[in-house]
T-cell receptor
């Protein structure tokens, strides 16, 4: 069974600090891994996408890493801002040739305090 | 804001009723996926439609069904509603070409409450 586990479940940090969120997965056959940001009551918004051959991808203050051997990914947020308060979801897609099934993690709830 | 729209925004139904949720995909996209997100959980994949055909299905019973129209908009139908069907239903559209899994753009969701 394909699974995506995220940690921590929730995190509180002060504005300006850095943080790292973790994602472990057991998904086969692996296609890609995405990190999404989801504000409360809104649809998720894509931050990064990585395929098997990529081990790091940046999007502004967000940097994602992927270790396909250990099946682990992390999302590092630099110099956090109040607007970073949201749920961060790791999504791993399995499949090939046009049919892909995504498995979502439960998300990490990040709260940034002033 | 993405170009994906969903209607209605909120909906209240009673157990046993049927519901239809609608999604208009982003211009130029040919694939629509539906997800169920319970409170405090990550989204769960229901199914995906590509060029009007179901192209993958998650672990949901047959009372969850869907349609995709020639303009690539889509409907999610749920029959015999149960209390556990209360959730945020998300629609995401993407452009599938050459067998590549491209980025999905999510709509704002429909909040369904079953009483």
């Amino acid at each position: 069974k394909n699974q995506v586990e995220q940690s921590p479940q929730s995190l509180i940090i002060l504005e300006g600090k850095n943080c790292t969120l973790q994602c472990n997965y057991t998904v086969s056959p692996f296609s890609n891994l995405r990190w999404y940001k989801q504000d409360t009551g809104r649809g998720p918004v894509s931050l990064t996408i990585m395929t098997f051959s990529e081990n790091t991808k940046s999007n502004g203050r967000y940097t994602a890493t992927l270790d396909a051997d250990t099946k682990q990914s992390s999302l590092h947020i630099t110099a956090s801002q109040l607007s970073d308060s949201a749920s961060y979801i790791c999504v791993v897609s399995a499949g090939s040739g046009g049919s892909y099934i995504p498995t979502f993690g439960r998300g990490t709830s990040l709260i940034v305090h002033p | 804001e993405t170009g994906v729209t969903q209607s209605p925004t909120h909906l209240i139904k009673t157990r046993g009723q049927q519901v239809t949720l609608r999604c208009s995909s982003q211009s130029g996209h040919n694939t629509v996926s539906w997800y169920q997100q319970a409170l405090g959980q990550g989204p769960q994949f229901i199914f995906q439609y590509y060029r009007e055909e179901e192209n993958g299905r998650g672990n949901f019973p047959p009372r969850f069904s869907g349609l995709q129209f020639p303009n690539y908009s889509s409907e999610l139908n749920v029959n015999a509603l149960e209390l556990d069907d209360s959730a945020l239903y998300l629609c995401a559209s993407s452009l599938a070409e050459g067998g590549v899994d491209n980025e999905q753009f999510f709509g704002p969701g429909t909040r369904l409450t079953v009483l």
